[in-house]
């Protein structure tokens, strides 16, 4: 019977990786808009599109970005500055896209400008903060999806959707996570609307990454502003030693963040290539090995793996 098991689900993966391989016609004549590439994931997503043929439109959110992406590529490829928290921004860059596309539509959206900061407890941030990764994870995301959808539509295209492993397992970071989970239903819902019209929806997932996102330096003075910053009853609450243990916690885990961020880019650039893309894409060997695990065990199993490590508040019962 184990005999059976094997050769069945040794066929299945088999017959997946087949399918998985077959690549999309006439790349060449593709075009992919990407957000966020002044550095990180959609920085080297954008050239190693470029590198494959692609025609890529990269969004930055700066000029100096866009200038030094633009010398790092080929022609082909063309650049725009986008902030995804403005509206008019949005619609600025969706003119140009369709100028530039044409009849043939955009047959790729990479969603994938993000924040981050700082990396605290929920009682700890201020509603600015909060409001400003919402901005731009969550909102921006459905705006420039929504703004360019009639292009992919037209395309029979893709939309792939930077999500976080933190979309899937929430136990720090709260916004951010809260973000995350946001960008996994909405492009769920997205992906079940849009079934008719041939248009695939693909999410990733990336672990933890070496990105400006997780910058070790700006991450920890964040969160010492934010704590120096916290109310004094907040500060009784947790205790200096709270803090300094949580500082000490997050700063490994930033120290262990991967470089290799093609672990990341491959998996974005499979799901704009492949005939056959995932739903979903777990980027790294913590989100596959540790995470992904992690998240189908039973609640209190998880909430004890997750947090065995953290400190105990200065005032816990």
């Not at 993000?114 to 901005?135: A, F, H, Q, Y």
């Amino acid at each position: 019977m184990w005999l059976y098991l094997v050769a069945f689900v040794g066929l299945y993966y088999l017959l997946r990786w087949y399918r998985e391989r077959q690549v999309v016609s006439h790349l060449q004549d593709k075009y992919v808009f990407i957000t966020g590439c002044d550095s990180g994931f959609g920085n080297l997503l954008a050239r190693q599109l470029d590198a494959r043929g692609l025609r890529v439109l990269a969004a930055c959110l700066t000029e100096k970005g866009a200038e030094e992406l633009r010398g790092q590529t080929s022609d082909r490829l063309e650049t725009v500055t986008l902030d995804v928290t403005k509206m008019e921004s949005i619609a600025a860059a969706t003119q140009w896209v369709k100028e530039h596309v044409g009849d043939r539509g955009l047959w790729g959206l990479v969603n994938n400008a993000g924040v981050t900061k700082p990396v605290i407890l929920c009682e700890w941030l201020n509603m600015e903060d909060s409001m400003n990764i919402l901005k731009v994870n969550l909102i921006g995301v459905i705006q420039v999806t929504l703004s360019m959808l009639p292009l992919v539509r037209r395309a029979r295209g893709r939309i792939v959707n930077v999500s976080s492993i933190l979309g899937r397992v929430a136990f720090f970071a709260g916004v951010y996570c809260i973000s995350k989970y946001g960008v996994e239903a909405f492009s769920d819902i997205l992906r079940r609307e849009l079934q008719h019209f041939g248009v695939k929806i693909s999410i990733v997932e990336p672990g933890y990454f070496r990105t400006g996102m997780t910058n070790l330096t700006r991450s920890l003075e964040e969160m010492k502003q934010s704590w120096k910053e916290a109310p004094k009853h907040i500060k009784e609450t947790y205790g200096q030693q709270y803090f300094d243990a949580f500082y000490n916690i997050i700063k490994e885990g930033l120290l262990g963040c991967s470089t290799n961020l093609n672990l990341v880019t491959d998996c974005m650039e499979h799901a704009l290539t492949s005939v056959y893309p995932r739903t979903r894409y777990s980027a790294g060997w913590d989100a596959k090995f540790f995470f992904i695990p992690v998240s189908y065990l039973p609640t209190s199993l998880a909430d004890y793996i997750l947090t065995r490590s953290w400190p105990k508040p200065a005032q816990a019962v």
